[in-house]
């Protein structure tokens, strides 16, 4: 079997059944259907996925390491993600924790066009944190979401990102939201020389992404936000092909909790298709993420992985001012740290909460 | 809030805190923002969601109903499931059980385009079970598994589905499949006077899909399987009405185990964009599914919704000759029964291993 796929898998078992357990996931997997009855060889030789390894972790816990075919994965994403996963999770005794691909398979998808330094250089950042800010709440109308846009620029944030909830809904359709936006930025950018970018978010079938990434370009923006579990990780790499200048970041809405790590999925899969930013719930917000989660995506993310660009950790949900300094402790300098609702609280001083957070975020000494 | 959709969420909590978790469930699943920052009173009015009412259903086990303006999901079936659950998957408290929609968004969406009527009339099938099998392993050429399909045909399945590992890969390219595999069936078909159908795999994103959709039509194949949590729903919609003579299969893959209700997932959402049959894990094989989910599954695929056509169940998994009277008497006549790996297994014997059990399926007496 070469090349192959090397999946790790975590596995809630009795010592007892392991093995046959990680033997079933490694046919589930690969051919679906009794080894017995599979007379061709080649079939036999290279195709059935096979057990390379399993360890306990902890009592009724286990590491499996499984290799599958790469060639069963052919170079869609969509199908490396149904045969790393497809039928397993619908067994809810097993995670999918990690795979290691085939160089070639990595340089077919090829990853971020952009990445962290990309994303830097387009607002003039050296080598430090990101800001960045949400528009919301949906329902808002195009004018008064730019209005919004235009006092987070004031107040120099570098990203401004859509709520993933804004879609192409009637009270603020995609077209006229992404032209008023850019336009409002625009503006800030000729007064004051500030550069900021706006980051709308893409929904709907193929067509209408595409539809959406084109509106968006000709309002003169260069990144989107689009959510892959929802759009489909085969769209997501059509997008990124077809629209080198523009970058991706991904939200994790629909990314599920608990049976893909998420440090594989963000850092590794969401990475492999082009997302040069990763939207996710960081420990102490309003998810359960725990802080080795985190520190692991992001990790993942920035690390040396077949000589993909880095996807830069965008930490968020819920997050606040007062937690600036520990998360860029925590991250250091390369990441995006992304508030939203907590500075839209500010009210009149939106403008002035924005400038803090920047501020303390450009002045962070790194411990 | 009018149109609502009405939501319905299962949540692990302590009875003091439930109240305070619904309403954030309410708050994350439409303006995802603290409501006290919101200004805007159109919004506040008809766009924040709102907690319709909470049951304990067991110690720590509530069901939480949450009412969401229609509005914010728009038209676009992935932008739906966005706003029912895409964030609060990250939440490993909470299910998404069961959702009520109002009738125009359902007749926009318009569910299956033939559905059980149609599947039964396109092989000429009365009121009873129909009987379908899988071609696999993947790795065969085409011309083998053309070659398995004839064995099918004279055992006289009425449908023969791909494996959906089965995709684009180079072993056994997508057209050259469906071509080998129609041609075969034509044979038989001109032979004997039976009608048989092939149900080819489409996978990739939508520009692959539509390829090989119009391929398959080309091919004179009128149905095929998809996987909508891979493809995406919006996807799958939009194949769905630019292809009206095409049946849809449903496949679970990727479709999770846990947090997204089954009868839900496939007997509604599944339904909605125009799945007319739905393969699921059917109790007692490979998977865990229990007998009251399958019961619920089957009973939501068939039961009146909106007007809309019936989407046929497909229980597989696993599933042997000498489970099909059992299943027969537990689903009734309104069923495919698919069984593949145990018809393979009979090796030379596949063709009267087939015929045994398209008899026992024509000649049950439901009890």
Redesign the interface.
């Known amino acids: 079997m070469h090349p192959a796929l090397h999946v790790v898998y975590r596995v809630r078992s009795d010592a007892r059944s392991i093995a046959d357990r990680a033997r ?1 996931i490694a046919v ?1 997997q ?5 080894v ?5 060889a ?2 036999l030789a ?3 996925g096979r057990v390379e390894g399993i360890d306990e972790l902890d009592s009724g816990l286990f590491e499996v390491r499984i290799a599958l ?1 790469a ?2 994965a ?1 170079d ?1 994403p ?2 490396l ?3 790393l ?3 397993s ?5 097993v995670v999918l924790h990690d795979v290691d691909l085939p160089p070639g398979l990595v340089a077919t998808f090829a990853g971020p066009r952009h990445g962290l330094d990309g994303l830097r250089r387009r607002v003039g950042a050296g080598r430090r944190a990101l800001t960045c800010s949400a528009l ?5 109308p195009a004018s ?1 979401l730019a209005e919004l846009a235009a006092r987070f620029a004031r107040g120099g944030v570098d990203y401004i990102k859509d ?3 804004l ?5 603020a359709r995609f077209a006229a939201r992404a032209q008023a936006v850019a336009a409002a930025l625009h503006r800030i950018e000729d007064r004051t020389g500030r550069t900021v970018r706006y980051v709308p978010s893409v ?6 992404l595409r539809r959406q990434v084109a509106v968006a370009i000709d309002a003169g923006i260069d990144a989107v936000l689009i ?1 892959p579990m ?6 997501v ?2 997008l990124v092909r077809e629209n080198p200048d523009v970058a991706f970041i991904a939200h ?8 893909i790590a998420p440090h594989l999925l963000f850092g590794k899969l969401f990475r492999l298709v082009g997302a040069d930013g990763l939207v996710f ?1 960081n420990h102490g917000g ?3 993420y725990s802080p080795e989660t985190c520190r692991l995506i992001a990790r993942t993310a920035l690390g040396e992985w077949h000589g993909l660009r880095q996807s830069v950790p965008v930490p968020a ?1 819920g997050m606040t001012r007062d937690r600036v300094s520990e998360m860029l402790d925590f991250y250091g300098a390369d990441v995006m740290l992304l508030i ?3 500075l ?2 500010a ?1 009149d001083g939106l403008v002035e909460a924005t400038a803090a957070f920047v501020a303390e975020v450009k002045g962070h000494a790194y411990g």
């Open positions: 079933a589930e690969s051919v679906e259907m009794p017995s009855a599979i007379v061709d080649r079939v290279d195709i059935v075919a060639e069963t052919g869609d969509g199908q993600i149904n045969m996963f497809g039928n999770s619908l067994h809810d005794d919301k709440p949906q329902g808002l008064e709520d993933h909830g879609a192409d809904q009637g009270y929904s709907g079938d193929l067509d209408d959510a929802i759009a489909g990780l085969s769209n790499w059509r994790p809405t629909m990314a599920g909790a608990a049976r719930p309003r998810f359960g949900g939203g609702g907590a839209l609280s009210g």
